[in-house]
T-cell receptor
Framework: NAGVTQTPKFQVLKTGQSMTLQCAQDMNHNSMYWYRQDPGMGLRLIYYSASEGTTDKGEVPNGYNVSRLNKREFSLRLESAAPSQTSVYFC?????????FGPGTRLTVL | DQQVKQNSPSLSVQEGRISILNCDYTNSMFDYFLWYKKYPAEGPTFLISISSIKDKNEDGRFTVFLNKSAKHLSLHIVPSQPGDSAVYFCAASGNTDKLIFGTGTRLQVFP
């Protein structure tokens, strides 16, 4: 998946539990993104990071936090998971003119 | 407010015929448009793009057309093949690194 790895691939949480989705790129690109994909909603941007140490909210940031401690890694944290956060989560890195996506994390919140 | 719209959730086309996927946008500041293809259980992969200074871009069987006055773009696949069966997302960007995606169109190519 174009040099973007995501862990875990699948996760089931109970309401109120917390977890961190990990994303790493094997290139030295500045911009990284977190999206969620839901049926009939397309891909919606949760957070993005233009460079190491900087993060900005996207379209649907509520209930999430992110961390970009270094250029390679961009993590997404759910502090208190809710059923509405059941989704498939994709991390992406940016090249000029296109984005490369990881394979996704399928998260179910019961 | 959906800035990028794909009004057809699904499309079914016979193998060998042309597939036409449509996308409309509302933000006149968008100047770059992309199409992504997504198979089940995989991340989206880049397919083709077009800058607003062009009205057509072609790459093998895939052609994207842009009509700026109508704020409309389309992806033509000809001839369609069964391996083209996937969900197709259009996306747009302005003067930032952020992409705004449409809701996707599921294309099924049958023999």
């Amino acid at each position: 998946n174009a040099g973007v790895t995501q862990t875990p691939k699948f996760q089931v949480l109970k309401t109120g539990q917390s977890m961190t989705l990990q994303c790493a790129q094997d290139m030295n690109h500045n911009s990284m993104y977190w999206y969620r994909q839901d049926p009939g909603m397309g891909l919606r941007l949760i957070y993005y990071s233009a460079s190491e140490g900087t993060t900005d909210k996207g379209e649907v940031p509520n209930g999430y936090n992110v961390s970009r401690l270094n250029k390679r890694e961009f993590s997404l944290r759910l502090e208190s998971a809710a059923p509405s956060q059941t989704s498939v989560y994709f991390c992406a890195r940016n090249l000029p003119d296109e984005q490369f996506f990881g394979p996704g994390t399928r998260l179910t919140v019961l | 407010d959906q800035q990028v719209k794909q009004n057809s959730p699904s499309l079914s086309v016979q193998e060998g015929r042309i597939s036409i996927l449509n996308c409309d946008y509302t933000n006149s500041m968008f100047d770059y448009f992309l199409w992504y293809k997504k198979y089940p259980a995989e991340g989206p992969t880049f397919l083709i793009s077009i800058s607003s200074i062009k009205d057509k871009n072609e790459d093998g069987r895939f052609t994207v057309f842009l009509n700026k006055s109508a704020k409309h773009l389309s992806l033509h696949i000809v001839p369609s093949q069964p391996g083209d069966s996937a969900v197709y997302f259009c996306a747009a960007s302005g003067n930032t690194d952020k992409l705004i995606f449409g809701t996707g169109t599921r294309l099924q190519v049958f023999p």
